[in-house]
């Protein structure tokens, strides 16, 4: 059977996800492959490429980074002036207030995707360069709020609530192995390898690398001198 369009996996991904169900203390779930799938589309459509040879997977969106411009970990600046993508997003009617989604006009910040599209530009100096050789996709395609707005990952759900989820993320993260056909897949941080182990089994490579969180002591002292040793320990060759 021929693999499905990464499009069509989104939308297939972003629907199973938007079924399920939440309780307190989330008191607000983002689907920002619904409100911005615009612009995940064109994400898709320009960088999403067979040829890629390493997958990279975070574990959901950010308050600051996919949340507001429906790119994983997707950095205002990163998105608008290096990925070349401006448009798609219409914000949801019912928003945190605290977490307001502003689309291409936050003025907050996303460090992790400072640290990791910075890392990717620095070293590989265009997106289609970068794109020859990794793409970068996010577990799961929603973002969770408690009452107060601080965030909620989705580790921190209850068994009942993660499962139907996990279910859903899991044929996404399957079908957009099937269409990419990557030798490697990484974890952006421990969480992203273990549900890639969950989901295929032994059928390709995976490992992990340093989460650029800087909720991580580690990813503080330095984080991408840190990662291209990583890569350089899974013996992939940098430019």
């Known amino acids: 059977m021929a693999a499905a369009s990464p499009t069509h996996v989104a939308r297939a991904l972003s629907r199973a996800a938007g079924r399920c169900a939440f309780a307190s203390p989330v008191h607000h779930v983002y689907n920002p492959l619904d409100y911005a799938f615009e612009a995940h589309r064109q994400y898709l459509d320009r960088y999403c490429r067979r040829e890629a040879e390493i997958l990279l997977v975070g574990m959901n969106p950010g ?29 949801p009617r019912k928003q945190h207030p605290r977490r307001p989604v502003d689309g291409f006009s936050c003025a907050r910040s996303e460090v992790s995707g400072q640290r990791l599209w910075g890392w990717a530009r620095a070293r590989f100096g265009t997106p289609d360069a970068f794109f020859r050789r990794f793409f970068i996709w996010n577990y799961c395609p929603l973002a969770f709020l408690e009452a107060s707005g601080r965030n909620r990952t989705p580790n921190k759900l209850p068994a009942g609530e993660r499962a139907p989820l996990y279910d859903a993320c899991d044929r996404g993260l399957a079908n957009i192995v099937r269409f990419l056909e990557p030798e490697l897949i990484l974890g952006i941080g421990r969480f992203g390898e273990e549900r890639a182990r969950a989901a295929l089994g032994d059928t390709v490579r995976v490992g992990h690398i340093l989460h650029p969180s800087p909720a991580s002591p ?22």
Do not use: Y
Request: no cysteine; charged share 20%; aromatic share 8%.
């Open 63 to 91: 308050p600051f980074g996919m949340v507001q411009t429906g790119i994983p970990f997707g950095e205002v600046s990163a998105v608008r002036d290096w990925l070349g993508i401006t448009r798609g997003v219409n914000p």
């Open 218 to 239: 580690a990813a503080n002292r330095g984080w991408a001198p840190q990662v291209e040793k990583q890569l350089a320990e899974l013996d992939i060759r940098l430019p």
